[in-house]
């Protein structure tokens, strides 16, 4: 009788680094640098893989923006495939992987891009590009045209948009994304995809950026405001859900689809629960910058930090560190701005805020830092912050244990 075959270890519990921890691996490292927390990722990871609800999570690889952590991730059960911001992007992540699935996440005008595309058999056959209007499908036919006649087809995704419309749209909540709203704007553009031989419809996608990208537990609202920002994120789910699946199945009328992608790192348990759903996109999670400090839903742990140098003492508790303003994309806000977190119980001035050559703060802490010193911060957005360094470096409790380029560091500028 064969013997019982032993239980699998359990596999070991990610522990996120403590600044302790960052400190002392980071001792010989002469900031401005960066780090990521490979526990702290590591977790973040596997709880939106719990979140997600056992359909797969694509991931936005604008969130991480280095590819030795892309491949970190995907090497991960429960992720599958890159949404990419940019065609070149996607054509060079390819390049890297001969067998990554790539889904651009916006449309391009980009035609030397779609040029390289329509030429490589290979890349085409992986990478799928984006669409909301007839003008798009006329670059892409035409691309497509220039490589000849054996040229491969073209893999098009039609992009919904997610967005809320009340009062027969005179208001509306959300992205100014794209042009297609209704279930029937979606199936007349997948006719006119399905009526251009060159071109190949295999996927709708929707993103529900006032659900998933915006917090529901503000700290500087008040609870009126939160209590309107619940219910209209709930009244704008339930609306998605139906009208994502009207649109899914009118497409589907037209061709059959190969993936429905919606979703982002806020709403991934409403989203998996759609049916017509079949896969998530996200990743700001996985670094979990300061804009995603204020969920009720999910609490992820900080991930990516970076360090400046304290260079003057300008007053009594106040100190000024070198460099800082590293603001991040949206609407300008104190929100935008970089969070100093250690040590505790510093923030930036209202007059200065965060600067291009240097930075003041100021707060009880203030005090006891000297010339020479560290402050650690968090950038409010998660895969900008690579646009600043060449490398992070990557740490397992007190140890860095990897440097890795970031897409600066590989010589790339894709926005």
Known sequence: MASARPEAAAPPVPRPAGFADLEKATAGLQPPFAVVDLGALRANAAQMVRRAGGKPVR???????????????????????VLAFTLPEALWLASHDPALDVLVGYPTADTDALARLAADTDAAARITVMADSPEQLDLLTEAAAAAGPDGPPLRVCLDLDASLRLLGGRVHLGMRRSPLHAPEQAAALARAVVARP??????????????????????????????????????????????????????????????????GTGSLESTSAEPAVTELGAGSGLYAPALFDHYRGFSPLPAAYFALSVVRRPAPGHVTVLGGGWTASGAPGPDRLPVPVHPAGLSLTGTEGAGEVQTPLTGPAADGLRVGDRVWFRHAKAGELCERVDVLHLVEHDRVVGTVPTYRGEGLAFL
């Open 59 to 81: 991931l936005a690889s604008k969130s991480l923006r280095c590819r030795a952590l892309i491949d970190e991730v995907l090497a991960r059960p429960g992720f599958s495939g």
């Open 198 to 263: 060159r071109l190949r419809l295999v996927g709708v996608m929707a993103y529900e950026g006032q659900i998933a990208g915006v917090g529901d537990a503000q700290p500087g609202q008040g609870r009126p405001m939160r209590t309107a920002v619940r219910v209209v994120q709930h009244l704008s789910a339930r609306e998605l859900r139906a009208r994502r699946a009207a649109a899914v199945r009118a497409v589907r009328a037209v061709a059959p689809l190969e993936f429905v992608n919606g979703g």
